[in-house]
C-alpha cells in the first residue's frame, strides 16, 4: 500500500489512516506497542495491592516471605517491560517518519509541479507549502503518537477507574467530575498555539530569507560592497523579534490555562487521598489498595490534568495542521502539467489574440485590455515598451501558464484552451529574466532542452552547433573536463562561469528544443545595452526562418525583429517593422530616441 495525496477533506481519522497507508506493519505495531503499554499500567495498579497486601501479611507472620516473591518478580517483571517496550515503539517511531519522508515529499513534489501557475506566483501558497511540508515525517508520527497516547490514557484511565468504582464508586465519580472541564481547555490551547505558527509565519518567511541573504554565497558580493550587513541585522532582529513575541505569548496562554486547571484538580486529588482513609481504617479497603489506589489516584490526576490535556491539546493543534494539508490538497491543478513534451512535431501556423482582456487571479487591475494582434510563421517579433506594460504577461498568456483571460487566444485558429500541456510544451520554448543555472555538467545544461532525447547522438550533435553559433563552444571545451565539466559550485572539481557565459548556455537549451516558437523574455537584461543586442543578433541568425519572440525594453536589441509590437496601457499602441515605426514617429520613436544614447 501506498500513500496518494488526493483532493479530498483529510481529518482527526488520517492522523491513523496517513502513516499507515506509508507504512501498515509499523503502524499496526506501534498501536500493539502502546496497547500493551497501557494495559500494563492498569495490570501494574493491582500487581502493587497484591505485593504490599502479602509483604503486610508476611510482616504479621501470617505468610511466609517465599510466597511474596511471585509478586515482586511480577512487579519487577512489569517495570522491565515498560522499558524494553518504550524502545521498541521508538524503533517504530523511526520506521514509520523514514516511510512517511520517502513518500509523502514526493507526493508534495508532485502537486507543486502540478498547481496552476497563479498558486505558483502566489507567496501565501508558498508559505502553506512550508507549513505543510516542512519536517512532514515528524508532524505525521507526532499526529499518530498523540492519537495513540490518547488511546493509551483512555485506556489506562478507564482501567484505573473501574478498579477504583469496585473499590470505592464514589471516588470514581469525583475523579471523572473534576477532570471533565479540562478538556475544552486544552482544546483551546491547541488552536491558540496553531494559530500563532499561522501568525509568525510571515515574520518567519521575512527572517528566513534575510538570514539567507547575510550568509548565502549570492549576495556574498553586495555584502561586502554596499556594507549593508548591520542595516539587514537590524531588520532580520525586527523579524525574528515578532515571530518570537507571538509565540511566546501564546505558549505563555496556553500554560496558564493548563496548569491553572491541573492545580486545581491536584489539590482535590489530595482531598480524595485524605478521605480514602476512612474505608482504610474501616477495613473496607485494604492496605495494600490504598497504597495502589493513591499513587494511582496522583497518576491520574496528573495524567488527566497535564499529560491528557497536553494530548488533547496537540491532537487539537494537529487538526488544525490537517485543515491547512486538506487545504494544500485541495489547490487546483493544470492537467498534465508534469507530462512530457509530446514527440510529435508541432507545426506553427498562427497564433491570434482577440480582445483579450486579463487580470491577475485575485488582482481589479487590467494588465492587458482589449488587445488585438496576429503573429504568424517564420517571423520575428519583438514585445517593447516601459517596465510593467505587460510584455512578460504576454509571453505567460501565450504559453498557456494563465487561461483565466477574457477574450480568445487563437493557436492556429484553434483556441489555446484546446490545446494539450505537452502539445503546448512541444510548440513553445524560451528563457526568461530569471532562467535558471542548473549545477549539473555543461552538456546536460544544454541538453535538457529537449527532454525527450536526452542521450542520442543527433542531439549532442545540435548542441555542437548551436554552442558554436552563440560563440561558447571554446570556452565550453576548455574546461577541465570538457562538456562534462560540471558547473556552479556544488563540487570541489565544479567550475563557475560567466554571467554572459551563463546567458549562452540557457540560450542554447532554448535552441536545442524542437518546439517551433521561440521565445527570449530579456534573459540579457543583466548584460549592457551593446552586448545584450549583439546575442539578440547571434540568436536571431541562428534561428533565421523559425518564428520568434523577443522581449525587451532595450530597442536597439529588438530593431532587428520583422515585427516590432509597442504595448501600452494593456494593449498593441503601434505596430510594424523599425523603420516604419521611427518614420511613424510616435511612442516607439520617442523610446528610441532617448535610448540612442545607449548604443554609442
Ligand atoms: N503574479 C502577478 N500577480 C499580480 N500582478 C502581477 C504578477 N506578475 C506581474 N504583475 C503585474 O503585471 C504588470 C505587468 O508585468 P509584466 O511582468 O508583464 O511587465 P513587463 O512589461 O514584462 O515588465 P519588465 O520590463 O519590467 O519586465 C506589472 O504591473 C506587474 O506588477
Redesign the pocket.
Known amino acids: 500500500m501506498k500513500f496518494k495525496l488526493k483532493a479530498q477533506v483529510y481529518n482527526w481519522k488520517h492522523f491513523i489512516i496517513i502513516p499507515y497507508q506509508c507504512d501498515p506493519i509499523g503502524t499496526i505495531a506501534l498501536g500493539i506497542q502502546k496497547l500493551c503499554t497501557a494495559l500494563t499500567n492498569v495490570f501494574q495498579v493491582l500487581v502493587i495491592a497484591k505485593f504490599i497486601d502479602s509483604a503486610i501479611l508476611v510482616a504479621q507472620g501470617e505468610l511466609t516471605s517465599t510466597e511474596v516473591l511471585p509478586w515482586l518478580a511480577l512487579l519487577m517483571a512489569l517495570v522491565g517491560w515498560k522499558r524494553v517496550s518504550f524502545n521498541i515503539g521508538k524503533y517504530f517511531v523511526k520506521k514509520i517518519q523514514i516511510r512517511v519522508e520517502e513518500q509523502l515529499s514526493k507526493e508534495f513534489t508532485d502537486k507543486r509541479a502540478r498547481m496552476v501557475y ?1 498558486q505558483v ?2 507567496p501565501e501558497t508558498w508559505d502553506l507549502v512550508n507549513r505543510v511540508c516542512k519536517n512532514i515525517e515528524i508532524h505525521v508520527s507526532e499526529m499518530l503518537q498523540r492519537t495513540f497516547n490518547f488511546m493509551l490514557y483512555l485506556i489506562r484511565i478507564t482501567g484505573v477507574l473501574l478498579i477504583i468504582f469496585t473499590q470505592i464508586w464514589w471516588v470514581g465519580i469525583l475523579i471523572t467530575l473534576l477532570t471533565i472541564p479540562l478538556i475544552p481547555i486544552s482544546l483551546k490551547g491547541g488552536k491558540t498555539a496553531y494559530t500563532a505558527t499561522k501568525s509568525a509565519a510571515q515574520y518567519d518567511r521575512r527572517y528566513q530569507y534575510i538570514s539567507e541573504v547575510l550568509s548565502g554565497r549570492e549576495a556574498a558580493d553586495e555584502r561586502t560592497l554596499f556594507a549593508f550587513t548591520n542595516h539587514l541585522n537590524q531588520y532580520w532582529h525586527e523579524q525574528f523579534e515578532q515571530s518570537r513575541i507571538i509565540n511566546l505569548k501564546a505558549e505563555i496562554r496556553r500554560s496558564l490555562n493548563m496548569y491553572g486547571g491541573s492545580a486545581i484538580t491536584n489539590i482535590l486529588s489530595s482531598v480524595i487521598i485524605l478521605a480514602l482513609i476512612f474505608p482504610t481504617v474501616s477495613g473496607e479497603l485494604s492496605q495494600g489498595m490504598f497504597i495502589a489506589i493513591a499513587t494511582a489516584v496522583y497518576d491520574l490526576i496528573k495524567l488527566m490534568g497535564e499529560e491528557m490535556t497536553r494530548v488533547v491539546s496537540q491532537l487539537s493543534k494537529y487538526n488544525e495542521y490537517i485543515k491547512e494539508f486538506t487545504i494544500l490538497a485541495n489547490i487546483e491543478e493544470v492537467e498534465g502539467v508534469t507530462d512530457l513534451p509530446t514527440t510529435e512535431q508541432q507545426v506553427f501556423k498562427t497564433l491570434e489574440f482577440k480582445n483579450v482582456s486579463f ?5 481589479d ?1 487590467y ?1 492587458l485590455k482589449d488587445m488585438n494582434m496576429v503573429l504568424e510563421n517564420g517571423i520575428h517579433y519583438a ?1 517593447v ?12 498568456l501565450i504559453t498557456g501558464l494563465y487561461t483565466n483571460f477574457e477574450g480568445e487566444i487563437l493557436i492556429n485558429e484553434k483556441s489555446i484552451k484546446a490545446y494539450k500541456q505537452k502539445e503546448l510544451k512541444a510548440m513553445f520554448s524560451g528563457i526568461y ?1 530569471d532562467f535558471a543555472k542548473y549545477h549539473i555538467s555543461a552538456e546536460e545544461n544544454i541538453l535538457i532542452g529537449n527532454i525527450n532525447s536526452l542521450n542520442n547522438n543527433d542531439s549532442k550533435e545540435k548542441m555542437i552547433h548551436i554552442t558554436k553559433d552563440l560563440d561558447i563552444y571554446e570556452a565550453l571545451s576548455s574546461l577541465p573536463k570538457g562538456f562534462q565539466t560540471p558547473l556552479g559550485k556544488l563540487d570541489e572539481e565544479s567550475v563557475d562561469l560567466s554571467g554572459g557565459q551563463w546567458q549562452r548556455i540557457a540560450m542554447s537549451r532554448a535552441l536545442m528544443s524542437p518546439a517551433p516558437v521561440k521565445i527570449l ?2 534573459p540579457t ?1 543583466a548584460l549592457d545595452p551593446i552586448s545584450e543586442s549583439k546575442l539578440y543578433e547571434e540568436f536571431e541568425k541562428i534561428s533565421k526562418g523559425k518564428t520568434s519572440i523577443f ?3 532595450r530597442l536597439g536589441s529588438t530593431k532587428i525583429a520583422d515585427k516590432i509590437f509597442v ?1 501600452e496601457k494593456g494593449r498593441i499602441a503601434e505596430e510594424g517593422s523599425h523603420k516604419k515605426l521611427i518614420d511613424q514617429k510616435g511612442i516607439y520613436y520617442t523610446m528610441f530616441e532617448s535610448q540612442r544614447s545607449w548604443y554609442q
Open positions: 497563479s506566483e502566489n487580470k491577475y487571479p485575485g488582482t487591475t494588465i514585445f515598451g516601459a517596465n510593467g506594460a505587460g510584455k512578460t504577461t504576454v509571453t505567460k529574466q523574455d530579456e537584461a522581449i525587451s525594453h504595448l
